[in-house]
């Protein structure tokens, strides 16, 4: 009778400090392999049957900047600012209006 090893599931995350990956065997072949992939291809997604951390990973140039934010998030900074400089400009107005009827 042959007896069948079961294979540990692969898994991959991130430490407690992000700065450092923790994994298995099992997640690291596939971690390497998925790097290959990248570096051949641009990119790489994962399967939703193993159990690592991020979705996908891809080659990203040395000048592009990977934090760099989004002209969605820029844009919606701008935006909150000019709102709250309209809302500041309509109670500074309101409160001169104030002043004069009281006055």
Same mark, same amino acid.
């Given at each position: 009778?042959?007896?069948?090893?079961?294979?540990?599931?692969?898994?991959?995350?991130?430490?407690?400090?992000?700065?450092?990956?923790?994994?298995?065997?099992?997640?690291?072949?596939? %971690?390497?392999?998925?790097?290959?992939?990248?570096?051949?291809?641009?990119?790489?997604?994962?399967?939703?049957?193993?159990?690592?951390?991020?979705?996908?990973?891809?080659?990203?140039?040395?000048?592009?900047?990977?934090?760099?934010?989004?002209?969605?998030?820029?844009?919606?900074?701008?935006?909150?600012?000019?709102?709250?400089?309209?809302?500041?400009?309509?109670?500074?107005?309101?409160?001169?209006?104030?002043?004069?009827? %009281?006055?």
């Amino acid at each position: 009778m042959k007896e069948t090893i079961e294979q540990p599931q692969a898994w991959v995350r991130y430490a407690e400090d992000e700065a450092v990956l923790m994994a298995n065997i099992a997640g690291l072949v596939i %971690l390497r392999n998925a790097i290959d992939d990248a570096i051949k291809n641009g990119t790489h997604t994962f399967s939703k049957d193993d159990l690592i951390e991020f979705s996908s990973i891809a080659v990203c140039e040395e000048k592009d900047e990977p934090n760099k934010e989004s002209v969605g998030s820029m844009l919606a900074s701008y935006g909150c600012l000019i709102l709250l400089a309209v809302c500041f400009l309509i109670f500074v107005f309101g409160f001169v209006e104030l002043i004069r009827i %009281l006055f």
